[in-house]
């Protein structure tokens, strides 16, 4: 059985980064512009 992945799109630059929870941990940074993980919206599959 496969992992669930999620998703999420930074709205500032479009960075995409996948990972196995649903929630972004609260010192995340986008690796290209540096925003924090407010910033980054879940995309539906």
Do not use: I, K, N, S
């Amino acid at each position: 059985m496969a992992e669930e992945t999620y998703t999420f799109v930074c709205t500032v630059c479009g960075w995409e980064v996948t990972v196995d929870t649903p929630e972004l941990p609260d010192d995340f940074v986008c690796e290209v512009c540096g925003v924090g993980p407010e910033m980054f919206e879940l995309v539906e599959d």
